[in-house]
C-alpha cells in the first residue's frame, strides 16, 4: 500500500520561503513519477514541478526561477523548496506517485493514482 504524507505548509508573508515535504512509503516499483500539484477552492488541480526516477524535472511557467523539486531516495522522501512566494500561491500543495505516468502529461492529475492527504499554504501581501 502506497502512502504518501506531506508536511511542511504554513502562513507566510510574501517573498518568504516554505519547504514542503512528502515521505513516501509502501513502494515495490524500480522506478515512479513524483509530482506536486496544488488546488485552490472553485479550481482545478494544478501540476506545479515534477520528477522522474532519473532526476528530469519539469516546472509549470508560474513557478519557474522560484521554485525546485528534489528528492531523497534514501529517506524516500520528496521536497518542495518555495521561494519568493507570492499570494497567488496560495493554494492546499498535494504530493503525487504514479510508476505510469506519460511524460507529456505530467501535470495531468488523472495520471496519478497515489497521492497525499495535502498540506496548506498561505501567503499573505
Given at each position: 500500500q502506497v502512502q504518501l504524507v506531506e508536511s511542511g505548509g504554513g502562513s507566510v508573508q510574501a517573498g518568504r520561503s516554505?519547504?514542503?515535504s512528502c515521505a513516501a512509503s509502501g513502494y515495490t516499483y524500480s522506478s515512479v513519477y513524483m509530482a506536486w500539484f496544488r488546488q485552490v477552492p472553485g479550481k482545478e488541480r494544478e501540476g506545479v514541478a515534477s520528477i522522474d526516477s532519473d532526476g528530469s524535472t519539469r516546472y509549470t511557467d508560474s513557478v519557474k526561477g522560484r521554485f525546485?523539486?528534489?528528492q531523497d531516495n534514501a529517506k524516500n522522501t520528496l521536497y518542495l523548496q518555495m521561494n519568493s512566494l507570492?499570494?497567488?500561491?496560495t493554494a492546499m500543495y498535494y504530493c503525487a506517485a504514479d510508476p505510469d505516468v506519460r511524460w507529456w502529461l505530467v501535470f495531468d492529475s488523472e495520471e496519478y493514482n497515489y497521492w497525499g492527504q495535502g498540506t496548506q499554504v498561505t501567503v499573505s501581501s
Open positions: 516554505l519547504r514542503l525546485t523539486i528534489s507570492k499570494p497567488e500561491d
